[in-house]
């Protein structure tokens, strides 16, 4: 009986430091290459010139872009700049509500280098560094950084608010309320 009390503490105690509990924390602040979520176009290429070193001829928009719902204007979905197999890729939504100031802004930033184990180790090793302690801790096979990260470091609910996810060698940075902000501008256009 006492064996069994004794092995049950030590169970739970290597569970608790296994497991630590899910991490908030505010991905909205967090930049890729200087780039944020709600920046405008020009912002972000700003970023993206300055923080990468690069001219604004290295960056290359949409070749097929689409009319914006808001505008009905086409307008580019991201721009992008290439090194080598490296990429930055920036996506671009309609700003709503509508600011002709501000017609499109950052919606997702997503960096990739080609995959290699080492690659990954150090891209790991940079967005520990960078970012601070994600919201799922560092065993998994991803990391996430959220303000609503699901129980037992599974990672992070998909519908609330910005996040960050480092899977391999690709670093994402989304946050779903501008898709949401054009649904909701859409189902109010076609209600009047």
Same mark, same amino acid.
């Given at each position: 009986? /006492?064996?069994?009390?004794?092995?049950? &503490?030590? #169970?739970?105690?290597?569970? /608790?430091? !296994?497991?630590?509990?899910?991490?908030?924390?505010?991905?909205?602040?967090?930049?890729?290459?200087?780039?944020?979520?709600?920046?405008?176009?020009?912002?972000?290429?700003?970023?993206?010139?300055?923080?990468?070193?690069?001219?604004?001829?290295?960056?290359?928009?949409?070749?097929?872009?689409? %009319?914006?719902? &808001?505008?009905?204007?086409?307008? %580019?979905?991201?721009?992008?700049?290439?090194?080598?197999? !490296?990429?930055?890729?920036?996506?671009?939504?309609? +700003?709503?509500?509508?600011?002709?100031? +501000?017609?499109?802004?950052?919606?997702?930033?997503?960096?990739?280098?080609?995959?290699?184990?080492?690659?990954? &180790?150090?891209?790991?090793?940079?967005?520990?560094?960078?970012? *601070?302690?994600?919201?799922?801790?560092?065993?998994?096979?991803?990391?996430?950084? #959220?303000?609503? %990260?699901?129980?037992?470091?599974?990672?992070?609910?998909?519908?609330? *608010?910005?996040?960050?996810?480092?899977?391999? !060698?690709?670093?994402?940075?989304?946050? %779903? +309320?501008?898709?949401?902000?054009?649904?909701?501008?859409?189902?109010?256009?076609?209600?009047?």
């Amino acid at each position: 009986m /006492i064996f069994r009390a004794i092995l049950a &503490v030590i #169970c739970s105690s290597l569970s /608790i430091t !296994t497991l630590a509990e899910p991490r908030m924390v505010n991905a909205e602040q967090f930049d890729i290459s200087g780039v944020k979520l709600g920046m405008t176009q020009a912002q972000a290429i700003a970023a993206v010139t300055d923080n990468m070193h690069v001219d604004s001829s290295a960056i290359s928009f949409d070749p097929f872009p689409q %009319p914006s719902v &808001v505008t009905k204007q086409k307008e %580019p979905t991201y721009f992008e700049v290439r090194h080598g197999a !490296t990429a930055l890729r920036v996506h671009l939504k309609p +700003q709503v509500p509508f600011n002709p100031e +501000q017609t499109l802004v950052v919606s997702r930033i997503s960096y990739q280098q080609p995959w290699a184990q080492q690659t990954a &180790v150090q891209m790991k090793q940079q967005a520990l560094q960078k970012y *601070g302690e994600p919201s799922n801790g560092r065993d998994s096979g991803f990391l996430q950084w #959220c303000r609503q %990260p699901l129980d037992k470091n599974v990672g992070c609910h998909d519908f609330f *608010g910005p996040k960050l996810e480092l899977t391999g !060698t690709e670093l994402t940075l989304s946050d %779903p +309320q501008y898709r949401e902000a054009i649904n909701r501008y859409r189902r109010q256009r076609t209600a009047s």
